[in-house]
């Protein structure tokens, strides 16, 4: 008996030893190869250099190769010690920190550079793009490995076992679960121009006068009752005749026993094409209002359509957003746009697209030539989303010379020529729109309109407590009513009324459905992370989609830029380090106030980051005169030619003089 127990003792430490020694071995081969292979395209035997940032880095306002990055690439042969220079310039327009971490920890495992040139940050107080992207990375890892994960054995074992069982059981790390709808690629003519992709659903001449914005007369007859019924309402909605719409939407509702709802839990997935064009029509008129929580119902009915088409992919595209899942919102919106290039409703969801989810594809949606000019109000929507408020007023005006009692819009261009202290223009404008109503404040009707104009006025000064009880009597005596609650809101967070707002921004949200600008609203009393917890329970009633880590990651976003450059720019500095890379941070060589405040940002940050920092500003600015400096720039505030091969040059000059590159360095 003792003999057996010995050897099952001596058989379990043999294989607990042959375990360790395998553990052992695979950490050690580990450690002495790269965690990714270089890519294919990277030569293991060249100076590996990536160079990271916006429209400076990619040689904006410059003939192609002769940007700082083509100069620096082509002196860095002197420091290289005869090995050959591979330049990387992952530079993009429009850049943030966000875009600009995410590309250092995607391609520094891939190309594993031994510099990174970074010059980053202007762009941060006006792009969020792939912010929510860099917060959900984060938040998927985890502040330490499980076991499991840190236990090469184990990774070993379950590699073993999906090899044998089919690799569907094994998942990469990092791998998105969500599968996201396919997006078609956009069709050109045999110039290289986009065309668009027409189902049956869009060739009809009714179609093609919505699309056009043909839309003051009725539309010609389809052969279906239920579809020209849905034509009639979008053109009725496009005009804002919504006395017209009303009716229109009764009977479109009647035509399928579909119920009104007041719910933005999601409508039943429509099943015809008919079906299709009746909820998004619905959905326009509710937009058009701005009921959005019927917004969310009707685009519910469109996110699972069988056979997909603009028309369906714009309407699912409405929803998802709303419902939080802003990825697949993102790629419904890229197919609409793919499958029908300049549609002004595409333009529209594009412009109102969550800035912190945003990605290049939803940029080049928003910057696409419109193959209509949109009417009036539209044009409105469009300039002021896009921070053009003087042609946001312009175009209102047009609107409201044709459509004097639109009330809405007149609202919306009071509360402007308000903050602009326009105040008897913008009461002119209300008594045109609202006749019957006497124009004494606080109003003595319901009308959020009417309340919303009251608000503006009454915070226009500055006054705090005004500001405080015109919204205190709006919540009161006011229908509830988004573009209210918004406008509230914002303003409670410019005075900190931290007792008010949350009760305000709580009661904004579960109309508007907008996670970010939650967390926005709320930024001066509590951390978009707290934002976030708060918001779980109210996420609900909008029927959620996609994974609450996303959500959350969109809510944590915030409006944070410089806050978040430091952040950004600290994975920068991991994703360097992972590799053995030094890195070399840039300012900007511009000489207005703002890159002054911005050259005093990134001076504080690199003093106390272990990077090599080249303060280009102030070498222009001992180099040049004011004059001589304006030589060196292009028309839009970047170095021209001449400016970017002194940037190169200095930068350069600046590796040799400190040994950036040397061994060991």
Same mark, same amino acid.
């Given at each position: ?313 714009? $309407?699912?595209? &409405? =929803? %998802? !957003?709303? /419902? ?6 993102? *790629?419904?919106?890229? +197919? #609409? ?124 000064? $500055?006054?705090? &407590? =005004? %500001? !405080?009880? /015109? ?6 005596? *006011?229908?509830?009513? +988004? #573009? ?182």
């Amino acid at each position: 008996m003792a003999s057996s127990k010995a050897r099952a003792l001596f058989v379990a430490w043999s294989l607990g030893a042959a375990v360790v020694l395998l553990e052992v071995l695979l950490r050690l081969g580990a450690a002495l190869m790269p965690v990714t292979p270089p890519a294919p395209e990277a030569n293991t035997e060249a100076l590996r250099v990536l160079a990271l940032g916006d429209s400076w880095v990619y040689g904006a306002e410059a003939p192609r190769g002769q940007g700082f990055i083509d100069v620096v690439a082509e002196l860095l042969p002197e420091l290289s010690e005869g090995r050959p220079v591979q330049m990387f310039n992952h530079g993009r327009n429009g850049s943030n920190t966000a875009h600009v971490a995410l590309t250092a920890m995607d391609q520094s495992p891939q190309l594993q550079p031994e510099l990174l040139i970074i010059l980053v940050g202007q762009n941060n107080a006006s792009n969020f793009y792939r912010v929510a992207e860099v917060e959900q990375r984060l938040g998927a890892q985890p502040a330490r490995p499980p076991l499991s994960d840190q236990l090469r054995v184990l990774k070993l074992a379950r590699i073993l076992w999906a090899n044998y069982r089919g690799s569907s059981d094994y998942r990469l790390e990092g791998q998105e679960q969500a599968q996201l709808p396919a997006i078609p690629a956009i069709a050109t003519d045999e110039w290289g121009q986009p065309t668009p992709q027409l189902d049956d659903l869009l060739t009809s001449p009714a179609a093609q006068g919505y699309l056009q914005r043909e839309v003051e007369s009725s539309p010609p007859g389809t052969g279906s009752s239920q579809l020209d019924l849905a034509w009639l309402l979008l053109y009725q909605t496009s005009r804002r005749d919504f006395t017209a719409a009303k009716e229109s939407e009764q009977k479109l509702l009647d035509a399928y026993s579909w119920q009104q709802q007041s719910s933005a839990v999601a409508a039943p997935t429509a099943t015809t094409p008919a079906e299709v064009l009746s909820r998004y029509a619905l959905l326009r008129l509710a937009r058009e209002r701005g009921d959005w929580r019927q917004v969310r119902h009707h685009g519910g009915a469109l996110l699972d359509v069988a056979q997909r088409n603009a028309i369906s992919d714009l $309407g699912g595209a &409405e =929803a %998802a !957003l709303l /419902a939080g899942d802003w990825r697949r919102s993102r *790629a419904l919106l890229t +197919a #609409a746009h793919n499958r029908l290039p300049g549609f002004l409703d595409t333009i529209d969801l594009a412009s109102r697209f969550t800035p912190q989810a945003r990605d290049a594809l939803v940029y080049e949606a928003l910057e696409f030539e419109p193959t209509a000019s949109g009417l009036a109000h539209e044009r409105a929507r469009f300039l002021h989303n896009t921070n053009d408020y003087e042609g946001a007023s312009s175009a209102r005006r047009e609107w409201l010379k044709r459509h004097p009692q639109d009330l809405q819009v007149a609202a919306n261009e009071a509360t402007w020529l308000v903050n602009m202290d326009r105040g008897q223009e913008a009461l002119s404008l209300l008594s045109a729109a609202a006749p019957e109503q006497p124009m004494q404040m606080p109003p003595e009707s319901d009308d959020p309109d009417l309340w919303r104009y009251y608000i503006a006025s009454s915070a226009e000064s $500055g006054n705090r &407590e =005004a %500001a !405080l009880t /015109a919204i205190r009597a709006a919540l009161e005596q *006011a229908r509830e009513d +988004a #573009a209210l609650l918004g406008m509230a809101s914002r303003i409670l967070a410019d005075h900190e009324a931290c007792d008010l707002l949350p009760k305000v921004a709580s009661r904004w949200f579960s109309m508007r459905g907008d996670s970010n600008g939650f967390a926005r609203h709320l930024s001066p009393c509590i951390s978009s992370r707290e934002a976030a917890h708060q918001l779980k329970n109210l996420r609900e009633d909008w029927g959620p989609l996609g994974d609450i880590e996303a959500w959350t990651a969109l809510v944590r976003a915030g409006h944070r830029p410089f806050a978040l450059l430091y952040r950004d720019l600290d994975l920068v500095i991991d994703a360097a380090r992972q590799v053995g890379a030094q890195v070399l941070l840039l300012n900007y060589p511009n000489p207005s106030e703002d890159h002054v405040v911005l050259r005093d940002i990134l001076s504080d940050y690199a003093a106390s980051r272990p990077v090599h920092y080249l303060d280009l500003w102030s070498l222009f600015q001992q180099r040049f005169n004011q004059q001589q400096w304006q030589d060196h720039l292009g028309p839009n505030g970047h170095c021209n030619a001449a400016g970017y091969r002194i940037m190169g040059e200095e930068i350069v000059r600046f590796l040799a003089e400190q040994g950036v590159l040397a061994a060991g360095s």
